[in-house]
């Protein structure tokens, strides 16, 4: 009887100890099921996140980088960066006065005309005007089609009695002029001074201001003379660097 007793018990035992067995393994896969769904989710919201953050590192950087460059020089010397969407994104002075000039007013995410119209609007340039200055706008970088667009642009920018001469330049230029820490406008005057005075340089151009270039371009030319700066303010234009014009308001 003891035998039959203890064979029952050890057959109990064992139904027992496998139901156990089943409940613990399928606890278990209940709980990794849901470590592993918990799992997926983060992996998806960091999926996510990393997308967000590099559409919107992506759309700063396109925001943030100049296509275009627009140089304007008086006796400041500056030239304002200009991004995809028409906006300063940058404005770097290529002399004192020039420094001057940009610590006087923010400019940046301004439209380029709005931020043209903010400088000259200002007594720092007008003061200029007085005494006979004139200023040489150009603009570089981008196709000819959007170029010539921001060209006309800028020549109906307000300048005051400001005399004014608007170029456009290809963006070569202005590599040429950063290597030579001159602005785009200052280079292009200095390139052409160097065909008259090979002797000329950069430090001795850097700091004057852009009526003294141009009368010593027509001490060179002579009156008869027809140098590239003077054509654009006559209204004219030369070799595909644009049209300038001469604006008196």
């Known amino acids: 009887m003891n ?5 029952l018990s050890e057959v109990h035992a064992e139904d027992e100890l ?4 089943k409940a613990a393994i399928a606890d278990r896969l209940v709980k990794s099921g849901r470590r592993y769904r918990s799992a997926a989710v ?3 919201a960091a999926s996510v996140c990393v997308l967000l ?7 700063y950087q396109m925001y943030s980088t100049p296509i275009y460059a627009i140089s304007i ?16 994104v940058s404005a770097a002075a290529y002399n004192d006065s020039g420094n001057e000039l940009l610590e006087s007013l923010d400019i940046k995410n301004m439209r380029y005309t709005d931020a043209i119209n903010a400088l000259f609007s200002g007594s720092e340039l007008q ?11 150009v603009v570089s970088g981008g196709s000819e089609r959007k170029n ?6 800028v020549k109906g920018c307000h300048y005051g009695s400001v005399q004014v001469y608007c170029y456009g330049s290809g963006s070569e230029i202005v590599q040429e002029a950063h290597e030579n820490g001159l602005s785009a406008g200052k280079y292009k005057a200095y390139l052409e001074l160097k065909q008259y005075d ?17 009368n010593m371009l027509s001490g060179y030319s002579g009156s008869g003379g027809s140098t590239e700066y003077r054509r654009h303010g006559s209204h004219g234009h030369s070799g595909g660097h644009g049209k300038g014009r001469r604006n008196a308001e």
């Not at 035998?3 to 064979?7: F, L, Q």
């Not at 020089?73 to 300063?88: A, F, K, M, Q, W």
């Not at 010539?148 to 642009?153: C, G, I, Q, R, V």
């Open 198 to 214: 090979p002797s000329i340089t950069v430090d001795e151009i850097r700091d004057m201001p852009m009526h003294e270039i141009r």
């Open 42 to 44: 983060k992996l998806a």
């Open 127 to 137: 003061g200029y005007a007085e005494g006979g200055a004139e200023a040489v706008l």
């Open 18 to 21: 496998k139901l156990k067995t």
């Open 148 to 153: 010539s667009e921001m060209l006309s642009a």
């Open 73 to 88: 020089d008086i006796n400041p010397s500056i030239e304002l960066g200009v991004n995809r969407l028409d906006r300063v």
């Open 3 to 7: 035998r039959i007793y203890n064979a």
């Open 53 to 59: 953050l590099a559409a919107g590192f992506g759309g």
